[in-house]
């Protein structure tokens, strides 16, 4: 079974985030599809939102060699048929990070699917992973200055709060 931590970060959030990460390991982010293989890897999360959603961390203290795959056909975005995405992240050492959109309540989470999606297994060290996804959700955890209870908990950095409480009283004024 996976493993996952529903959170709630800005842009100024996820730039503390990265500081950490980067600190902490040598580390690839992973676009989901680009135009070319090139650009699936990146320095940096895109400003931009939209199209920009999901991404992988790779901390790269654990081997792993990405193989790629092209689009055939996206009902929804006809415009990246052709596209370049990584065709084996099911059995790969990343964690996929889902950004959030906290002015709409949308959050985000930081997701390993450890043995979920690995029918064939998995070829790093597992526990040594662990160890190092067990780090990032301590520091989210202990970067955290708010937490919202729905379905589950979602652990709020301090920008993602401004903005949340903001939200909330900005929608509690206006339905007085």
């Known amino acids: ?93 990343v964690i996929e990070f889902s950004r959030s959109d906290v002015a709409r309540a949308k959050y985000g989470r930081l997701y390993w699917s450890k043995f979920f999606s690995a029918s064939e297994g998995l070829d790093y060290d597992v526990d040594g992973f662990s160890r190092w996804y067990d780090s990032v959700v301590r520091w989210i955890k202990r970067n955290t200055v708010g937490k919202v209870k729905r379905a589950w908990v979602t652990w709020f950095l301090p920008d993602a709060w401004r903005v949340h409480t903001q939200t909330v009283e900005q929608q509690e004024g206006s339905s007085k």
């Not at 989901?32 to 959603?53: N, R, Y």
């Not at 790779?58 to 009902?75: A, I, K, M, V």
């Open 1 to 93: 079974m996976g493993r996952q931590i529903a959170v709630a970060l800005t842009q100024v959030d996820e730039a503390a985030f990265l500081a950490f990460l980067r600190d902490q390991a040598d580390i690839k982010l992973i676009e989901t599809f680009a135009p070319t293989q090139a650009d699936l890897w990146v320095d940096s999360l895109s400003p931009e939102w939209t199209g920009h959603f999901m991404y992988r961390i790779w901390n790269q203290q654990f081997p792993w060699l990405p193989t790629y795959g092209r689009t055939n056909s996206d009902p929804y975005h006809q415009g990246n048929i052709g596209w370049y995405y990584i065709d084996n992240l099911n059995n790969a050492p």
